[in-house]
């Protein structure tokens, strides 16, 4: 008989990030975060929990008790779908979606996500993609996101690109927007800088 292997679930206070809490609180969508009463509704309504490795519930819990580490590396996050019937139904009317993006956002600036997970890498190509050229296409994010994350996968799929190519459902050649894409740019940065002076700010009154 194997032995049973046995992993160590308690985290000492000296490991945990005292300031992850405040850290999310202070940046947008992540304000709500420390009025949450821990009563589980939004858990128990969220159509993707039982598919993530921690309830939304939980994730609250942890940012809040420091657990960086988990809580950006887990599948949660990436698994929100942005219904919002969190939002809907929680007591103290916390956008939970937001908290989601929030922590989505500090996922991407610590590089830190579940291993293989191709969600994070999609979520960053589609940007870059928008940002250089004013849309994405397919066919140039998909295989970027499958190189990134599980090259087999690639090949795998391979067939199935061949043959969306010949019905015409995917194309090779890069779309482009109609007008400036340097507009698309510019808007992109301009929201980005006024988030960050937000969350600056929202930081230094913390
Ligand atoms: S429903 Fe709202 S108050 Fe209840 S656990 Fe979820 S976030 Fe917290
Ligand atoms: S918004 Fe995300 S966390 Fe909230 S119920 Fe929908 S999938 Fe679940």
Redesign the pocket.
């Known amino acids: 008989m194997r032995p049973l292997k046995i992993e160590r679930r308690i985290k000492y206070e000296s490991e945990v990030n005292p300031n992850f809490g405040k850290e999310i609180a202070s940046m947008t969508g992540g304000e709500d975060l420390y009025s949450c009463i821990q009563c589980g509704t ?2 128990s ?5 039982i598919y ?1 490795h921690y309830t ?1 519930r939980r994730v609250i819990a942890m940012t809040r008790a420091g657990f960086d580490k988990e809580v950006l590396s887990n599948n ?1 996050v990436w ?9 809907v ?1 929680c007591p103290k009317e916390i956008r ?2 937001d908290v ?1 993006y929030a922590l989505k956002r500090k996922a991407i600036e610590r590089k830190m996500y579940p291993r293989g997970f191709a969600v994070p890498a999609l979520a960053k190509e589609f940007y870059n993609a928008v940002h250089r050229s004013g849309r994405s296409n397919e066919i140039h994010t998909v295989t970027k996101v499958f190189l990134k994350t599980n090259p087999l996968k690639l090949i795998k799929n391979a067939v199935m690109g061949i043959r969306l190519l010949l019905k015409g459902r995917l194309q090779l050649k890069i779309e482009k927007m109609e007008g400036d894409p340097a507009e698309v740019r510019d808007l992109l940065d301009a929201v980005r800088k006024k988030r960050k002076g937000l969350e600056e700010a929202a930081a230094n009154n913390h």
């Open positions: 939004c858990s309504t969220c159509p993707m929990s993530m939304p949660t698994l929100c779908a942005s219904c919002y019937q969190c939002s139904d939970i979606t989601m």
